[in-house]
């Protein structure tokens, strides 16, 4: 039972606009949550992260926003450029809990020239 | 550089010969993480270790060990291989502090095939 989905496989965006990541969770203990982006033969990279007690962080074009209510949170990209074309991954964890992250199934991001 | 080192980074081999695949990080991080990466499944933690002799379970670990005998390595060692043990592999590392809550570092992968 995946407690992190990201329900779209894919999304294809033109460069200039808003892309629109989203990831629902299921487990109500989880009270931090991270995004990572990958690129082909790389590791994942961390790139924006929220705590439950917030319901929006941003940096630079990145912008996370999180609904505890919904267990929904959201990744906005503005503008979109085609270097961020790349596999984005939910991540979220329990604080009190030393075990690491639960990740999502991934989202492959392409941006349009 | 700061960085996370696996290898090797490609290996096909066969079913029940034990393989081990190294993880080395030089950022002095107490944390570190085993995941694999399946289609549509993400990426499942398979091992961690909070510290140097310190080693815990995560969600997928039959078929494999660990080690942590130095902080800076965490080998990952599959015993008998089997196919299903086919994936790509990820090692990463974190510090401790801001309780558990340190982003982790990934290093490139390893792709392990077991035919």
């Known amino acids: 039972d995946q407690q992190v989905k990201q329900n779209s496989p894919s999304l294809s965006v033109q460069e200039g606009r808003i892309s629109i990541l989203n990831c629902d969770y299921t487990?109500?203990?989880?009270?931090?949550f991270l995004w990572y982006k990958k690129y082909p033969a790389e590791g994942p990279t961390f790139l924006i992260s929220i705590s439950s007690i917030k319901d929006k962080n941003e940096d630079g074009r990145f912008t996370v926003f999180l609904n505890k209510s919904a267990k929904h949170l959201s990744l906005h990209i503005v503008p979109s450029q085609p270097g961020d074309s790349a596999v984005y991954f939910c991540a979220a964890r329990y604080s009190g809990s030393a075990r690491q992250l639960t990740f999502g199934s991934g989202t492959q991001l392409t941006v349009l020239p | 550089e700061a960085q996370v080192t696996q290898n090797p980074r490609y290996l096909i081999t066969v079913t029940g010969k034990k393989l081990t695949v190294t993880c080395s990080q030089n950022m002095n991080h107490e944390y570190m993480s085993w995941y694999r990466q399946d289609p549509g499944l993400g990426l499942r933690q398979i091992y961690y270790s909070m510290n140097v002799e310190v080693t815990d379970k995560g969600d997928v670990p039959e078929g494999y060990k660990v080690s942590r005998k130095e902080k800076r390595n965490f080998p990952l060692i599959l015993e008998s291989p089997s196919p299903n043990q086919t994936s790509l592999y990820f090692c990463?590392?974190?510090?401790?502090?801001?309780?558990?809550?340190?982003?982790?570092?990934f290093g490139d992968g390893t792709r392990l095939s077991i035919l």
């Open positions: 487990n109500s203990m989880f009270d931090y």
């Open positions: 990463a590392s974190s510090p401790r502090g801001r309780g558990f809550n340190q982003p982790q570092h």
